[in-house]
């Protein structure tokens, strides 16, 4: 079965009325996992889009078809833990978390899950902040952004930080398996979650770029569009970590400048020319850290 | 019938926790309560203890992995004190409102700054609103006990909610006395294995936990809540009753009455200081004051009624608290006692106490000056102001 | 229903909210230009494109209109007509 076939003929165990915005790719995203993970899965979503969206559900209604639980914000991976301890390795014990509740205040328990080697998958969809409370600025916000916690004025430039790299600091850890994904490339999104799903021997690690159309300023029909521009100007580059094997899954020979992406949205509407090259050059960075890693110097 | 050790009051609630056969076991180290940790996992590295144990990075954590193993149906248990009681207690508020059934051992500790490492009730008391049950022990013995029968209770049915077991620091959890073990076969027949119904994560049975919930909703559940915890009194009563039993020890559920039968005046008092205070009542005695000692077991749900029963008669009572309550000048359990015979029609001279905080000692002299204070209100002296044990 | 009010859990359906009324926009696929290769199914956010003998129809009922399908055809066979237009 080729991933469209997959996507197509998997059953959809996400209820099909969330109210995500039009063109969230979170939801894409989740819909996608659940495909793939299946029906053996029990599902874990702290506070955040896909919680405020019903994916968890609302009264005596479930908003998944597998057993689902809201997590607090920062404890995510900790619950994960203790699920995963009660059943034993028959059941796959995922969560789908958001950048905030991942790289900020759940960081601890998911630092100590993947230092423990929980067999766990942890997925963080980053949509470079809080967007469920109204974009406020978390870790995984990419410098320049405006945000309503960085606002632009007389003073304020936006976030004044650069990105936190999450998915390399989690590489750190020495996880079973880890990857970074886009929506914009399904088929290599799927063949990392069917690899992520077939992993029995440790923590993994999943993270998914998620442009968020309502909090970035972009149209919603271009969230694609808006993902893969950021693989194609190495701001998401698509890799996987296979036991501590890195490689680069969609190598990117001829990087663009992260202006072309830049110039897609509302957040980063007021970037000076220097604002971008602060974060060219630190792409240009993390890149070849990677490329390192992965053994192409 | 078990076999009787010397040990001290954290390796007995290790004790107590792996004869009731927890599945999962989560916790982080603190003082005074770090040798639970250990003792649990030296009986887990002897093949003594069949949980698997989770070392967690923080309290936090640790309250969290037993909630996420005890929404898929495991036993479980943790331990903690002070500081890390109170990083838990986002997780902890979430275990007791999800009705999630446990029991946590809580070497009690004053809360810091000052800072401090030593014995107090102020941690488990400033949570005392947490939705948990809390009940306090005098001794390692009651301790070990409690435990087991802290699963009984918190597992019943017309309950589901988790329990504290709190016992003070140093006082008790480093101190070594005579406790007896039972034997597995006797703790098996008394706490049977627990399954889990009202919520469970299995993929065979597709669930949300805790989805949304409107206001409406919301008071429905407190409301369950709430009754749930009157119901506890009972089960309290019949676990006392049938651990007595079956071990040969009886408690007497919420509350322990000594040589309150007769007397005019009597001392409050809740954990390790109760051995002192039935000492300073032997004292008394002896000397024609008719004194008695209501130890109160169960500080959540409070038990009013059994409180007034005891106190209905009595013409003065002093309540001892290691602990306070910021804008009161009393400690808790003055209030909660003023509270119940408020409630319940009664009008009782009293006097509030505050003594034993950061591990300050209570001495049998400051007990029996309470007493002494009592004697005198008895014989007509006001309602006194907050009575502060100092050196 | 008759409910133990015990712990908030969600077993009695499936939550779902009516996302086709959030349409201003619907996606309309030309079957002149299509050439079945399924990018727009794997695309759409909310599950609404399917195969069905063979070929890959639109389902409207919890489609929002956010365009994804449209923006990423490669035979820009999708248009977005405004609602009520066709």
Known sequence: MNYIELLDKKPDLVTPGTSACQGCPAELSLRATLKVLGENTIMCIPPGCMAGAGCVGWNFDSGLKVPVHITLLDNTAAVLTGINEAHGRDVTVAAFAGDGATSDCGFQSLSATAERGENVIYICYDNEGYMNTGFQRSGSTTKGSMTSTTPVGEVGKGKEQQKKDLPLIMAMHNPAYLATLSPSHMSDFVKKMEKAKSIKDGFVYLHIFSPCPTGWGFDGAKSIEVARKAVETNIFPLYEVDHGEYKLTVPNKNPKPVSELFGMMKKFRHVSEQGIQDVQNYVDKKYKTLQALVGQE | ?391 | MARDFITPKGDEGIYQIDTASWRTYKPVMDKDICVECGICLTYCPVNSIHKENEKYIIDLSYCKGCGICANECPKKAIDMVTEGDK
């Not at chain 2, 009782?348 to 309470?370: C, F, Q, R, W, Y």
Request: aromatic share 8%; hydrophobic share 40%.
């Open chain 2, 1 to 391: 019938m078990g076999k009787t050790i010397a040990i001290t009051g954290n390796t007995a609630a290790a004790l107590g926790a792996a004869l009731s056969r927890p599945k999962v076991i989560a916790a982080y180290p603190i003082t005074p309560q770090s040798s639970v940790v250990e003792y649990a996992a030296s009986m887990i590295a002897d093949g003594q203890l069949q949980s698997s144990m989770v070392q967690v990075e923080s309290e936090h954590s640790a309250m969290s992995v037993v909630q996420g193993a005890a929404m898929a149906g495991a036993r479980t248990f943790t331990a903690t004190s002070a500081q890390g009681l109170a990083l838990m207690y986002e997780p902890y508020f979430r275990m007791s409102t999800l009705r999630l059934p446990m029991v946590m051992a809580v070497a009690g500790r004053e809360m810091t700054a000052p800072e401090t490492i030593w014995s107090g009730h102020q941690d488990t008391i400033s949570v005392r609103d947490a939705g948990w049950i809390q009940i306090y022990v005098e001794d390692n013995q009651e301790a070990l006990d409690m435990i087991i029968q802290g699963y009984k209770l918190a597992e019943d049915k017309d309950v589901l909610i988790p329990v504290n077991i709190c016992y003070d620091g140093f006082y008790i959890s480093h101190l070594y006395e005579g406790v007896n073990i039972p034997e597995q076969s006797e703790v098996d027949a008394y706490l049977p294995p627990y399954k889990q119904e009202h919520v469970i994560l299995d993929p065979e049975k597709p669930m949300a936990v805790d989805p949304m919930t409107p206001g409406n909703l919301v008071m429905k559940y407190r409301k369950s809540h709430l009754d749930a915890m009157q119901r506890a009194f009972a089960v309290l009563d019949k676990a006392d009753k049938d651990f007595g039993d079956q071990f040969g020890r009886y408690y007497g559920g919420t509350v322990e009455e000594y040589k309150c039968d007769d007397a005019d005046i009597v001392l409050i008092t809740m954990g390790a200081m109760s051995g002192t205070a039935k000492a300073a009542v032997d004292e008394k005695r002896a000397q024609g004051v008719k004194v008695g000692l209501l130890k109160i077991r169960m500080m959540r749900p409070f038990p009013k009624q059994q409180v007034a029963k005891v106190l209905a008669d009595k013409k003065a009572y002093a309540v001892i608290d290691k602990n306070v309550v910021f804008g009161w000048n009393t400690g808790a359990v003055y209030m909660e006692t003023q509270a119940a015979l408020n409630q319940l029609g009664y009008k009782i001279a009293s006097l509030p106490v505050i003594g034993g905080l950061g591990g300050a000692d209570i001495s049998l002299e400051h007990m029996t000056n309470v007493i002494e204070k009592l004697e005198k209100m008895n014989k007509g002296d006001d309602e006194q102001e907050c009575y502060w044990l100092e050196d």
